[in-house]
């Protein structure tokens, strides 16, 4: 129901968007992700949100690697069954 009402949504809009005018000059890569890396350094709050982003997929990724030793060695599960839950839990998430 939710995807009808986006789309009705979409389709409602009417305004037409003109393409972007091409850059004249093309810079490198290294120089735009310089660029970007300052801009979120000084924005105080995109400071934050990447900071705070960047701590907790630190947390998610050390927890994770410790699930998998405390399922085996305290839990007592086959190695396999932990790898078909992960993939059941990869099947949910994607749907």
């Known amino acids: 129901m939710t995807f009808l009402v986006s789309a009705l ?3 409602a ?11 004249e000059t093309a ?27 960047a701590a907790c997929n630190a947390g998610l990724a050390g927890y994770q ?11 007592g599960l086959a190695p396999g069954l932990i790898g078909l839950m992960s993939l059941g839990g990869f099947v949910v998430a994607i749907r």
């Open 9 to 11: 949504c979409l389709r």
């Open 65 to 75: 690697a410790v699930l998998v030793v405390f399922l085996v060695r305290e839990v």
């Open 13 to 23: 809009i009417r305004t037409v968007e003109r393409r972007p005018a091409p850059r």
């Open 27 to 53: 810079g490198s890569l290294r120089r735009e992700i310089t660029d970007g890396i300052r801009y979120v350094a000084r924005d105080r709050y995109l400071r934050n949100l990447t900071l705070y982003g």
